[in-house]
């Protein structure tokens, strides 16, 4: 499908804000394409859904690197935490407004009068999707610069800060782990809604005992609320 003189333009207004020109221009266009305006038009047109898939891999990768080439006398675990605090909705979804990606998406009718474009997890889904979209276009080096002349002194607020993002899973892990060392387990429940705005509830387990159960967007998200709602319960027993 040809892309609008409008559309276009609006895509440029974007690359003048990274300071980066696509070769590919269909490519940032799908990276900035909800999955509900798939659903409304009768073209066959992509969503960002498999870019967003991508863009959650490359990131992981990307800030892994950076924190293995920039703490080098931290442990393992201390690097899995840190990572983990980064890379997660709620970091992405800061990312995203750095450059206001949510106003370049289209969005199916609906989806837009429900206020998509200010949805934590949209915002999230988009940062990994542009990333991706970064990532297949200019290459990992490119990103991983973008990444870090971009986001680091927003990194180095989270990672100094724990107060900043709360990773429930690890604190409860690491709970059962000074207790009686068993591995938690997270399993899907159930999942509710239309295709592009589903809602999952995942509970988590400690062998065959039910400890709580969580919902969010996706699964990760759901996962951390149930993690959440675990924690809590054992502070308060």
């Known amino acids: 499908m040809t892309l ?3 559309r276009l333009l609006q895509l440029k207004e974007f690359e003048d804000k990274i300071g980066y020109t696509f070769n590919d221009k269909k490519l940032i266009d799908v990276a900035f394409t909800h999955s509900s305006y798939t659903n409304e038009v009768k073209n066959e047109v992509m969503s960002n859904e498999r870019l967003e898939f991508l863009g959650d891999s490359v990131l992981d990768m990307v800030v892994s690197e950076i924190l293995f080439k920039n703490y080098h006398k931290k442990p393992e675990g201390w690097l899995t935490k840190t990572r983990s ?3 997660c909705t709620d970091s992405f979804a800061k990312a995203s407004e750095k450059y206001d990606l949510t106003s370049y998406l289209n969005f199916g009718h609906g989806e837009k009068k429900q206020g998509g474009e200010l949805k934590k997890h949209v915002k999230a889904d988009t940062f990994e999707a ?4 970064i990532y297949l276009d200019a290459g990992y080096e490119f990103l991983f610069d ?7 002194e927003d990194a180095l607020k989270i990672i100094e800060n724990d107060a900043i993002f709360n990773d429930y899973k690890t604190r409860l892990q690491e709970y059962y782990n000074a207790h009686d060392k068993k591995i938690l ?16 509830t995942m509970s988590v387990k400690v062998g065959n005992k039910t400890l709580a159960t969580g919902t969010g967007k996706n699964k990760k998200k759901a ?3 149930a993690a959440k709602n675990a924690y809590e319960r054992l502070k308060n027993d």
Do not use: M
């Not at 542009?130 to 979209?133: K, L, R, S, T, W």
């Not at 387990?185 to 999952?200: I, R, S």
């Open 130 to 133: 542009v990333c991706a979209a």
């Open 146 to 152: 973008f990444i870090t002349n971009n986001y680091r």
């Open 223 to 225: 996962e951390q609320d």
């Open 85 to 87: 605090r980064l890379v």
């Open 185 to 200: 387990k997270y399993t899907l429940v159930d999942q509710t809604g239309p295709e592009h705005d589903k809602v999952f």
């Open 4 to 6: 609008s003189s409008q």
